[in-house]
């Protein structure tokens, strides 16, 4: 088999550097994409960006061909730390992994060099997984960047053999920014999908709009390429690596998500929904817990990870949780009902997930949200117009049926 770009000399394959002194932490965002208060006021959440490098030695010491050869040789890796792709298609595991014993025991899925470096040969991207972990120069890097843009960010390396394309046109559920390390890659970058998606896929032709740049990123370039952006890449006349760096912003469904459950986890220890009798307990163990919630609940940062608005919208999520027995809220069905009347006067629902038996005098407002229309709490009960919550109310909102509408 032909010598390729990642089996370095015995003389080269020097252990990963431990690269240069870290600048502070704008100083590392600087480095990347210039000024930063231009950056993040044009271009951070929104638009692509690319900056051309001061010298083609800008990234020297992060990490290097023979470097990307000693982990693959000398560090024992195993799944999912490496990835194959070749013309867009994931190469199944099983054809570059093996057993390997250690110690007393073996596992199954260790990398097998040989295997890799034979894809390689016939065209397929090795794609290095949380390289993070596994370089300190690039740790470093990670660790200052995070620090500056306010989330949690990771790498990836990806080394394509030339004139290949490793992945098909995509978009990922994070802002990344790409830093070209060894040899060039002509880029194709559109504009960014509005809505932004949140979840990252492959994307068909006609999905990926309207062109933004097309270019051909040399050693030391750095671009920027904002989530739910497709993009594809592929190598120019020799092999390509490019490392990038994965800032994961917060989502409001991860904040919300967040909270809620470290309010559940102060908490004292959960209970079995059927379990609880009388059933408005249910009502009060929503309004507490919710209200733990809130207490917990410290606005998101301003600046690049997190901004006031995204605070006060998952505040608003929360307040809306409270809410959920409020007097004079509605509520409405999130789904289909259907009705039937039992021999003994009583109301059989079936709410899809679950079915639910209710008294003679509940079938009007049972009636109302089967025909989609908002009811109020003291629907439930026209004894007590008054009712905060009452047991079918409570149970209804806490197994998902209903839903809050104002």
């Known amino acids: 088999m032909s010598t390729t770009p990642i089996e370095a000399t015995e003389a080269a394959r020097a252990s990963v550097p431990a690269g240069p002194p870290a600048p502070d932490a704008d100083g590392e965002l600087a480095r990347l994409v210039g000024d930063p208060r231009t950056f993040l006021r044009e271009h951070w959440t929104s638009t692509p960006l690319l900056r051309r490098a001061a010298s083609d030695d800008a990234f020297a010491g992060l990490l290097t061909l023979a470097g990307v050869s000693d982990l693959l040789t000398t560090r024992a890796l195993r799944l999912p730390h490496v990835r194959l792709v070749r013309d867009g298609q994931q190469v199944a595991e099983g054809q570059y992994t093996g057993v390997r014993p250690i110690g007393h025991g073996t596992v199954t899925d260790a990398i097998v060099p040989e295997k890799v470096l034979s894809h390689f040969s016939l065209g397929a991207t090795l794609v290095l997984d949380a390289v993070e972990l596994l370089v ?58 509005r809505p932004v998606p949140l979840t990252p896929g492959v994307l068909s032709p006609s999905a990926l709009g309207p062109v933004a740049l097309t270019p051909l990123l040399s050693p030391g370039d750095v671009m920027y390429v904002p989530r739910g952006t497709p993009h594809h890449a592929v190598s120019t006349g020799g092999h390509s690596l490019h490392l990038s760096l994965a800032a994961r912003r917060p989502t409001l469904g991860a904040l919300t998500a967040d909270t809620v459950l470290a309010a559940l986890r102060e908490a004292a220890p959960d209970s079995d929904l059927d379990s609880l009798a009388p059933a408005g307990e249910i009502g009060a163990l929503v309004r507490e817990r919710a209200t733990r919630a809130l207490r917990l609940l410290t606005p998101a940062p301003a600046g690049p990870g997190g901004t006031d608005e995204e605070g006060a919208a998952l505040a608003d999520v929360l307040n809306g949780l409270d809410a959920l027995a409020a007097p004079g809220a509605r509520y409405a069905a999130t789904g289909a009902i259907s009705l039937h009347d039992g021999e003994d006067g009583t109301v059989a629902a079936d709410f899809g997930r679950f079915r639910a038996q209710f008294p003679a005098a509940a079938r009007p407002v049972l009636r109302h949200l089967a025909d989609g229309e908002a009811v109020h709490a003291g629907d439930f009960d026209p004894d007590d117009p008054h009712a905060v919550a009452g047991g079918a109310l409570s149970q209804l909102l806490v197994r998902g049926a209903l839903r809050l509408t104002g």
């Open 136 to 193: 300190p120069s690039v740790r470093a890097l990670c660790e200052r960047l995070s620090a500056s843009l306010g989330c949690p960010v990771d790498a990836v390396a990806f080394l394509t053999p030339p004139d290949r394309k490793g992945l098909s046109p995509h978009i990922d559920d994070e802002d990344v920014f790409v830093l070209q390390l060894s040899g060039t890659k002509q880029w194709t970058v559109h504009e960014q999908l």
